[in-house]
C-alpha cells in the first residue's frame, strides 16, 4: 500500500506546482537532447489537469488492487523506474514529432503487464484475462487511436504510443524472480 499512497503524494504535491513544474519537469524533446535526462522519468509524474491527474490516480489504485501483491515493493519500485525511463526513451526514439508529453499512463499499463505475469506465475489464471483486455486496448489504439472519450476525459491529446511502450516495458516481470504463491495450508489458517 505504501507504493500507490507514496507515488499519489508525489503527483498530486508537483501537480500543486502548475506551470513551474510542467515547465522544469515535463517530456521536452529539445531539452532532453540538450541533456535534461530527468524529464525522461519526471514527465511520468506530472499531468494536463485536474481530470488527468484523477483519471491516472485511479487507474493506479486500480491497478494496485487487481495485482498489486503480486510483485515484491522492490520489484514494483524497478518496474516503475525502468518503465518510465523506457517509455520516455521510446518516446525520444520513435516519436521524433512528439516534441512535450507528460502523464503516467505508459507506466501504468507496464504496471499493469507486469502485475498480471506475476499473478499468472503464481498460479491466477484470471491474470490471462488482463492481459488480454489490455491487448485488445492497445491494438484497438494502434489501429484506431484513443478509446472514444479519453481525450475529454483527458482534457487533451492521448499518445497512445507511450501506453504500447510502457506495456512492452512492463514484460520486464519476466526477468524478475516470481513470487511464491501462499501454500494451501497457509491460506486456510489465515481465514
Given at each position: 500500500m505504501q507504493i500507490p499512497l507514496i507515488l499519489s503524494a508525489l503527483i498530486i504535491g508537483l501537480g500543486l506546482f502548475g506551470d513551474a513544474a510542467q515547465e522544469a519537469l515535463r517530456y521536452d524533446r529539445t531539452a532532453i537532447q540538450d541533456g535534461q535526462w530527468w524529464r525522461l522519468l519526471s514527465a511520468h509524474l506530472l499531468h494536463l489537469g485536474p481530470s488527468h491527474l484523477l483519471m491516472n490516480l485511479a487507474g493506479l489504485w486500480l491497478i494496485w488492487l487487481l495485482v498489486g501483491p503480486a510483485l515484491s515493493t522492490r520489484s514494483w519500485?524497478?518496474?516503475?523506474?525502468?518503465?518510465?525511463?523506457?517509455?520516455?526513451?521510446?518516446?525520444?526514439?520513435?516519436?521524433?514529432?512528439?516534441?512535450?508529453?507528460?502523464?503516467?499512463?505508459?507506466?501504468?499499463?507496464?504496471?499493469?503487464?507486469?502485475?498480471?505475469?506475476?499473478?499468472?506465475?503464481?498460479?491466477?489464471?484470471?491474470?490471462?484475462?488482463?492481459?488480454?483486455?489490455?491487448?485488445?486496448?492497445?491494438?484497438?489504439?494502434?489501429?484506431?487511436?484513443?478509446?472514444?472519450?479519453?481525450?475529454?476525459?483527458?482534457?487533451?491529446?492521448?499518445?497512445?504510443?507511450?501506453?504500447?511502450?510502457?506495456?512492452?516495458?512492463?514484460?520486464?516481470?519476466?526477468?524478475?524472480?516470481?513470487?511464491?504463491a501462499p501454500s494451501q495450508s497457509a491460506a486456510s489458517n489465515s481465514r
Open positions: 519500485l524497478i518496474l516503475l523506474f525502468a518503465d518510465a525511463l523506457i517509455t520516455g526513451l521510446a518516446l525520444l526514439i520513435f516519436n521524433p514529432q512528439l516534441s512535450w508529453y507528460v502523464g503516467l499512463s505508459g507506466v501504468l499499463h507496464g504496471l499493469l503487464v507486469a502485475g498480471a505475469i506475476a499473478d499468472i506465475r503464481t498460479g491466477h489464471r484470471s491474470a490471462w484475462l488482463l492481459l488480454g483486455a489490455l491487448a485488445f486496448k492497445l491494438g484497438w489504439e494502434q489501429l484506431a487511436g484513443p478509446l472514444p472519450g479519453s481525450e475529454a476525459g483527458a482534457g487533451g491529446t492521448v499518445i497512445v504510443d507511450a501506453h504500447l511502450y510502457g506495456a512492452l516495458g512492463g514484460l520486464l516481470a519476466l526477468l524478475l524472480p516470481a513470487r511464491k
